[in-house]
């Protein structure tokens, strides 16, 4: 699996221009699935905000990048419909858009489904990330960004062995002095990363593309 793990979505050419190269072709000739699970894990998310990713209208560019086609996977669901129905749509798909939301709830519903099990053999398929959806994908997220009440602890799937402090500079409370004191507890490498900016990775190699604000904690790698 190939990752472009954003804060913000696809905001710029340059993030965009890294999903295109990760897609291998044109967004236009690509089909999507998008998965707004980790909305309903924290307290701030609606059923309009889930909506509104699914529909393309947040500020963070995803499902409205002009995709082939584009359908919704509600990981919820799948325990209840089996995996000879849904594992075909996720196969068949060259992008999974996860939305932000709670990582945590995210994580269980994605051990729970199965996709978790099922991402290593994708190989061709890019996973987006924004938030929460980029999150998941690293070993630990920080107790201060758990939201959902029944998450025994901060860790994720730890497909990557970094950690990310999403949003920097967009909220009061995510500046570089909080991500110093967040990173300084997990134990791992981390990147705080604003919403011009995303991290690419295919086959473990690390790429920050950008046109905002980033920084690396610990021993993260950069190119």
Known sequence: MKLLLTSGGVRNRTIHDALVDLLGKPIADSHALCIPTAQYGHPLCTPESAWRFI?????????????????MLELTALPSIGEGRWVPWVEQADA????????????HWMRQSGLADLLPSLDNTVWVGVSAGSMVMTPRIGAQFVQWPSAPDDRTLGFVDFSIFPHLDAFAQNTIAEAEKWAADLGVPAYAIDEQTAIKVVDGSIEVVSEGRWRTFGTATTS
Do not use: F, I, Q
């Open 55 to 71: 529909a393309g209208h947040t500020p963070a560019p995803m499902s409205e990048l002009g995709w082939k086609s584009l359908g």
């Open 96 to 107: 999974l858009l996860v939305d932000g939301g709670d990582a945590t709830y995210l994580c």
